[in-house]
């Protein structure tokens, strides 16, 4: 049945992306943990841990009465209210859509800002592109690979805990004053729970460039001070032979990160090589539905 569901919310995704605004239950969550923010602060590894505790007790709760209330309903209505919830949950298509708006852009450095937490003020239209990518390449995982693994494994309540783990991070996983110690339990459940999507997200980019050994991205990526972004962002970088990564600043502070991706590519990304990213998506998701497809069928045989 997950498979099915997963199946489903992919298909809903590519056809019609977002279709909640106000009650999404990433808003949702959102709203809930800046209000303890607000109310509960206190810059604390403890006080973090609760944080985290609470918002995943409050969404954990609200997935498994949802599963619930939808299980008395007729079967048909069940999956399809089920398939309609979890496509919610995965952001290929408003992911694609914000990257797009990059690269179709006069402007990209403002076009981008929307997608990154870096300063963008003083970025170049090629480091406005390369911020473009580097963000596709990561949110694949994140949004979309993460997501959908947890949903096949633990069905609706699974992609609810995996996005709300993965909000926690996106709002205070930072390595700021503020958030160092605050934030720290949720980065790092973060983490571990991307773990193994993030190096799926990466065979897949590979295996879609067949001119690659599916693994070449595993040394280059481990120089990436996240345990799991510099894979996908490798595998992007030698899918569409371009250098990632390098000096970026964030929070008003230069950070060096690490080069990803054959060190006599080009360094300086164009529209081109983000244009090569985007076109990675019809592939994706006919490999990701095929899949699911194939789970179902598995199943349903045992």
């Known amino acids: 049945m997950n498979a099915a569901i997963a199946t489903g919310a992919l298909l809903i995704d590519r056809l019609f992306g977002e279709f909640l605004q106000r009650s999404h239950p990433v808003v949702l969550i959102g709203r809930f943990i800046s209000a303890f923010e607000q109310r509960l602060y206190a810059d604390s590894f403890g006080r973090g841990v609760l944080l985290w505790l ?4 409050i969404a954990l709760t609200a997935a498994f009465l949802t599963v619930w209330m939808v299980q008395m309903l007729p079967g048909w209505l069940a999956f399809l209210l089920t398939t309609a919830l ?10 694609y859509d914000a990257v797009n708006t990059v690269l179709h852009s006069p402007q990209p450095q403002e076009s981008v800002t ?4 870096r300063d963008t003020q003083s970025m170049s239209h090629a480091d406005a592109y390369k911020a473009a990518i580097e963000t596709y390449a990561e949110n694949l995982s994140d949004g979309v690979i993460a997501p959908l693994f947890f949903l096949l494994l633990f069905g609706l309540p699974g992609i609810v805990f995996y996005k709300a783990v ?8 930072y390595r700021t004053e503020r958030y160092e110690k605050f934030g720290k339990f949720s980065a790092r459940i973060d983490d571990l ?7 799926i997200s990466a065979v897949l980019i590979m295996l879609l460039n067949r001119k ?3 693994w070449s991205f595993y ?4 120089q990436h001070k996240s345990p799991n972004a510099g894979h996908p962002i490798t595998a992007m970088a030698l899918s569409c032979r371009c250098r990632l990564g390098g000096p970026t600043a964030y929070f008003g ?5 690490a080069y990803f991706g054959r060190p006599h590519d080009n360094p300086v990304i164009t529209p081109e090589h983000l244009q090569c990213a985007l076109q990675r998506r019809n592939a994706i998701d006919l490999t990701l539905i095929s899949v699911c497809v194939a789970l179902g069928a598995l199943c349903y045989h045992l």
Not at 219 to 222: A, E, M
């Open 54 to 57: 609470a918002t995943l007790t």
């Open 86 to 95: 979890a496509s919610t949950l995965l952001a290929h298509r408003m992911l």
């Open 114 to 117: 929307m997608l990154v937490s």
């Open 166 to 173: 993965n909000t926690l991070d996106s709002m205070v996983g």
């Open 193 to 199: 729970a991307n773990w193994i999507p993030a190096r």
């Open 212 to 214: 690659w050994r599916f």
């Open 219 to 222: 040394t280059n990526g481990r």
């Open 253 to 257: 502070k230069l950070e060096e990160k």
